[in-house]
């Protein structure tokens, strides 16, 4: 599975911003897909998850209510809608494939997309 992730770039807090990642390589209705973030100096962590269907979805709680993860299973792409984007946004988001069903943890996830930079200024 290869993942191009795009989208990224700077913003005003409070501002939006929508990633987007391609799958290529194997049937993408196939695997459960998760966006996580890593800011510098810091661990990557999970951001959201969403089922091969698309019909279940998963935040960590910070970006509960303000992101929204979201699939289109016949363009083979992934998003993650941003809204009211606050400082502690910043970071390089990578999405993340091949796993069977909704998974929030690093470990659960073969392939990584090379991540795309959000930048949010006060």
């Known amino acids: 599975v290869q993942l191009q992730a795009c989208g990224g770039g700077l913003v005003q807090a409070g501002g939006s911003l929508r990633l987007s990642c391609a799958a290529s390589?194997?049937?993408?209705?196939?695997?459960?897909m998760g966006w996580f973030r890593q800011a510098p100096g810091k661990e990557r962590e999970f951001v959201a998850a969403?089922?091969?269907?698309?019909?279940?979805?998963y935040y960590r709680g910070s970006v509960s209510g303000r992101f929204t993860i979201s699939r289109d299973n016949a363009k083979n792409t992934v998003y993650l809608q941003m809204n009211n984007l606050k400082r502690e946004d910043t970071a390089v988001y990578y999405c993340?494939?091949?796993?069977?069903?909704?998974?929030?943890?690093?470990?659960?996830?073969?392939?990584w997309g090379q991540g795309t930079e959000v930048t949010v200024s006060s």
């Open positions: 969403i089922s091969r269907s698309g019909s279940s979805t």
């Open positions: 993340a494939a091949d796993t069977p069903r909704v998974a929030t943890m690093r470990d659960d996830y073969n392939y």
């Open positions: 390589g194997r049937t993408f209705s196939s695997y459960a």
